[in-house]
């Protein structure tokens, strides 16, 4: 019993010294969670660190890290093209997700953002909006 009320004690303590900005960008990072792990584990691997020659990492990954917003045309459109990760050469395809929802995509973002070794941003939908208005669809 004193167990128990102990956790509830911790638990909004934790809550009580968050702002609603923390809140919200954790609760993004734990939807995004989801996310990545129905959409994206498969080939990144649950730690992000790809699967080796075939799938590059996104932790710790340069060319997600030098600006997340721009991975956001990748991940809708996919690619065909080989990319440079790291200093490595990838070859495989990247299918396009393009069913996924700009609020679903912030989640996403700002996961791969803050996880991991990666120290991150939160992105709103509204990020989201404005950068996929910037992508050429294939």
Request: aromatic content about 10%; charged content about 20%; overall charge negative.
């Amino acid at each position: 019993m004193i167990k128990t009320v102990l956790v509830f004690v911790f638990a909004f303590v934790l809550l009580a010294g968050c702002n609603d900005a923390d809140r919200k960008k954790q609760q993004f990072i734990s939807l995004g969670r989801l996310v990545y792990q129905k959409q994206c584990a498969n080939c990144h691997q649950d730690n992000g660190n790809g699967y080796e020659a075939l799938y590059p990492p996104i932790n710790q990954s340069d060319y997600f890290l030098a600006n997340p917003l721009n991975s956001l045309c990748l991940i809708v459109n996919g690619a065909e093209e080989p990319m440079t990760v790291n200093g490595k050469e990838y070859n495989l395809p990247m299918p396009s997700f393009a069913h996924l929802k700009p609020d679903e995509l912030a989640k996403l973002l700002t996961y791969l953002s803050n996880s991991w070794d990666n120290d991150g941003s939160f992105y709103s939908e509204e990020d989201v909006t404005k950068t996929l208005a910037t992508c050429s669809n294939k």
